[in-house]
């Protein structure tokens, strides 16, 4: 039975979506969440942690979970800033390499969902989605 919940769409979309970008970013090491915070870091230079979960929406302590381990896969490094009480991350060496691989994979992923989905309603879609 199909769920006319907007919700549960959503949700079913957005896991599947997640699925073909995961598989595709696989041989780089990465999953698309740490692909998101690896080109928001190379796009923004040293944030906060507030800062960082300001920008995806996230609660301090999921940015602090996935910021951690993105530090132990040596793909960012602590920063240092104005204030000590505040911990800022940049993206390191290691996360600009992993950039470099994922990023033509990502393009791929891109690619394969906008051939599914066709161009009117890939037009449509990010219309949609941009309204919520």
């Known amino acids: 039975m199909m ?7 959503l949700r079913d979309a957005a896991r599947k979506a997640t699925a073909i970008y995961d598989d595709a970013l696989l041989p780089a090491g990465i999953t698309v969440a740490q692909f998101r915070l690896l080109r928001i870091l190379e796009r923004r230079g040293p944030l906060s942690m507030t800062e960082l979960g300001r920008l995806t929406e996230l609660d301090r302590s999921t940015i602090g979970r996935n910021a951690r381990l993105l530090e132990r896969m040596d793909l960012v490094r602590p920063a240092p800033g104005p204030d000590q009480r505040e911990a800022l991350v940049e993206l390191a060496p290691e996360g600009r390499n992993a950039l470099a691989a994922a990023t033509p994979l990502w393009d791929g992923a891109q690619a394969r969902i906008e051939a599914s989905l066709g161009a009117d309603a890939e037009e449509r ?3 949609l989605l941009r309204a919520l």
């Open 125 to 127: 879609l990010r219309s």
């Open 3 to 9: 769920s006319s919940c907007y919700c549960t769409l």
